[in-house]
């Protein structure tokens, strides 16, 4: 992993740079045509960034995984289907803290993390935004992600920083970790998940954590199986790239507490 680590903050330095300045580009021609996006007056500067990112890069027919109350703002020229694994009346059960909220309708009831249903390069664009901190399996829903992906088809990630979420506290996921849960399947690692999920994030008392770990097994609850700040994330990207699959890394762009990372899949 030696190359990786050389060059890792040239790489990351050089991308940020670079498409920051593309993203300055597009807003500055926001008024085109095709650059016209379907949105709300009301938005927050994160908002509006993940949009300028959508009209660069988002075009055709796509989907968009695990939306929940928050759909990805996407322009004009691109269609979306909705995917979850669960029906809205299901969610509505597993997350009632978006009461107030509406949610999308789901079109595709599916495993976010294998996309079963969806035929090999069948689709122009994957949205999966605060979504790959909970698959359990990254590398391989990576993977997954791609193969549905007609050649240069996009992946659009925004991806949560650690350091300024409720995971602060706890350690970055080490890339040979990944790369195990990738070689051996998750299941060798997922008690350890929900037992620091319990700990670092739930505050759990010590005697309890047993206890909130079975509950949270038992109802399948969705924690954050994985964290990263950008700088870790884009070595597991390189990594990826070298080592398993053909994609380019076209930006990773920070945005507020998040980053956002596009992949273009190579035929």
């Not at 890069?57 to 796509?62: D, F, K, M, R, V």
């Not at 999920?197 to 079975?214: H, I, T």
């Amino acid at each position: 992993m030696g190359y990786v680590l050389e060059n890792l903050l040239y790489k990351l330095k050089d991308l940020i740079n670079k498409n920051e300045l593309r993203v300055e580009e597009k807003t500055n021609n926001a008024s085109t045509p095709e650059l016209q996006v379907k949105t709300n007056n009301a938005s927050t500067p994160e908002q509006r960034l993940r949009r300028q990112i959508a009209s660069q890069y988002l075009s055709g027919h796509g989907i968009e995984i695990g939306a929940l109350h928050s759909p990805l703002e996407v322009p004009s020229n691109a269609e979306v289907r909705y995917v979850d694994r669960i029906s809205v009346a299901e969610l509505r059960k597993q997350y009632p803290e978006l009461a107030e909220f509406e949610l999308v309708e789901i079109d595709i009831i599916d495993d976010g993390e294998n996309l079963l249903s969806i035929p090999d390069s069948s689709v122009d664009f994957v949205i999966a935004n605060h979504m790959i901190e909970h698959c359990q399996n990254p590398i391989s829903t990576i993977k997954q992600h791609l193969r549905v992906l007609k050649p240069n088809g996009i992946l659009y990630m925004a991806v949560p920083d650690m350091r300024y979420t409720f995971d602060s506290e706890r350690p970055v996921t080490s890339l040979e970790h990944l790369i195990d849960d990738y070689a051996y399947g998750p299941a060798w690692s997922v008690n350890s998940h929900f037992e620091e999920w319990s700990r670092l994030v739930n505050k759990v008392p010590e005697a309890e954590v047993a206890a909130s770990v079975q509950h949270l097994m038992n109802i399948n609850y969705s924690i954050h199986f994985h964290v990263w700040t950008q700088v870790e994330f884009l070595e597991f990207l390189l990594y990826c790239r070298k080592q398993y699959f053909n994609f380019e890394i076209e930006l990773l762009q920070k945005n507020g507490i998040e980053f956002i990372a596009i992949l273009k899949k190579i035929a």
